[in-house]
């Protein structure tokens, strides 16, 4: 389960609508494993993008590694 939010940068007291953070937070959970994850990212490189599309990548990625690394999943 994740939750995702995009939002605008607030700059100088104004928000940017050409500046935004992405972030993405899930609890993996399996047995008595219990991990919450949280990732940032600020400014990508593309506009117009949603969390959906930059930030859960980088969830599941590091959610993978780990996993594997935790010897959850081989």
Same mark, same amino acid.
């Given at each position: @389960? !994740? %939750? !995702?939010? !995009?939002?605008?940068?607030? &700059? +100088? $007291? =104004?928000? %940017?609508? +050409?500046?935004?953070?992405? /972030?993405?937070?899930?609890? &993996?959970?399996? #047995? $008595?494993?219990?991990?919450?994850?949280? /990732?940032?990212? %600020?400014?990508?490189? *593309?506009?117009?993008?949603?969390?959906? /599309? &930059?930030? &859960?990548?980088?969830?599941?990625?590091? !959610?993978?590694? @780990?996993?594997? *690394? #935790?010897? =959850?999943?081989?």
């Amino acid at each position: @389960m !994740t %939750k !995702t939010g !995009t939002a605008n940068l607030l &700059v +100088d $007291g =104004i928000y %940017k609508h +050409d500046k935004n953070i992405y /972030t993405s937070a899930g609890i &993996v959970e399996k #047995d $008595g494993y219990q991990r919450v994850i949280v /990732t940032f990212i %600020k400014e990508a490189q *593309h506009k117009n993008l949603y969390a959906a /599309t &930059v930030a &859960v990548p980088l969830f599941e990625l590091i !959610t993978e590694h @780990m996993l594997i *690394h #935790d010897k =959850i999943i081989s």
